[in-house]
């Protein structure tokens, strides 16, 4: 099969929506031609010409999705003559005053996540499938205490402190400033900011003031991170704010470390709670998860939660999709 992906390549594969782009390129080439379009270079002549060129069967815009995207899948299909078109929905964006005229470009498929999103664009006459994102099993592992030790003493981590991970924008929408209170003498609030997004500086100096670290320094082994953490931390509720299924809680459930989130986007959906992993809906919900997890009270099998999403298996599931479409 041939298949044009339209998403973010270039920069660091720190934010969600460029390692969706990656993985699934990765994944896709295995057993597919696949020829990957930066959104950046969208509006190119040359970039339309190596996809006319390249003859796809499907064309899938990875990010979005938004009423411009919905145009240029449209309009790029017509330029590669007839292409099926998929429009992936992981951080959906269209105004209200223009969901009447999406029956002007909808795509074949739109794939969502959340169930709200999945409603939305059914209700707009859109055909819709539930797809996922995926976690590298293999590379987000659980540590040992002994490892766990060792990369504290390798990043400057003290090996005393209870570490409250976090990584993302520093955005003062991603609801960030609850960090602040968990920052105690007991407990150490562990940022890991992206590089390819500017930081708030009114968030960011906030945050530091209160003995929070930020390191805004791109990881190719993220995963030691999450190794040395004792859990993670996700107090996002805006949806414009993160994709929606965040790929950082799937990698802290990967390393089997004890997740508190907010019912953000698509996760109660994917994920029931329990066994580690906590849905909060007030802020000091927060601290009192906390407490529980350090008191020993709290039976942690977060991994076993986010193994059936491997990036193999959810490849496996889009290929599926692919054929429906063309077939359909």
């Not at 005053?97 to 498929?109: E, W, Y």
């Not at 009114?202 to 082994?221: A, C, H, K, M, P």
Request: hydrophobic share 40%; with cysteine.
């Amino acid at each position: 099969m041939r298949v044009c992906l339209v998403g973010e390549y270039s920069g660091n594969i720190d934010e969600g929506v460029r390692q969706v782009a990656s993985s699934l390129y990765g994944e896709l080439s295995r057993n597919h031609k696949v020829l990957n379009l930066d959104i950046r270079t969208i509006f190119r002549f040359t970039t339309w010409n190596d996809a006319r060129n390249f003859k796809p069967a499907i064309i899938h815009y990875l990010l979005g999705p938004s009423f411009l995207s919905l145009i240029v899948t449209r309009l790029l299909s017509v330029y590669c003559g007839g292409a099926k078109t998929i429009v992936s929905a992981i951080m959906p964006s269209i105004p209200h005053f223009l969901q009447k005229f999406i029956f002007l470009v909808r795509p074949d498929m739109i794939l969502t996540q959340s169930r709200e999103a999945e409603a939305r664009f059914a209700g707009l006459g859109c055909r819709v499938a539930f797809l996922p994102n995926g976690i590298d099993v293999e590379k987000f592992r659980p540590a040992s205490k002994e490892q766990r030790d060792r990369l504290r003493e390798k990043y400057g981590v003290d090996k005393g402190k209870y570490v409250i991970l976090h990584v993302g924008s520093i955005k003062q929408k991603r609801n960030l400033y609850i960090l602040k209170n968990l920052q105690t003498s007991n407990n150490q609030v562990l940022i890991i900011g992206s590089t390819s997004m500017k930081a708030e500086s009114e968030v960011y100096s906030q945050l530091q003031s209160s003995g929070v670290q930020i390191w805004r320094t791109y990881f190719d082994n993220i995963n030691e991170i999450y190794a040395l953490a004792d859990c993670y931390l996700f107090p996002v509720r805006k949806t414009t704010a993160a994709i929606e299924m965040p790929l950082s809680i799937m990698e802290a459930m990967a390393c089997n470390l004890p997740v508190i989130s907010t019912r953000f986007g698509a996760l109660p959906r994917v994920f029931e709670e329990g066994d580690g992993l906590f849905f909060v809906d007030q802020g000091d919900e927060f601290l009192d998860k906390i407490q529980a997890i350090k008191q020993g009270k709290v039976s942690v099998r977060t991994r076993e939660k986010v193994l059936p999403y491997s990036w193999q298996e959810v490849t496996r599931r889009l290929e599926e999709i692919y054929n429906e479409v063309i077939s359909h």
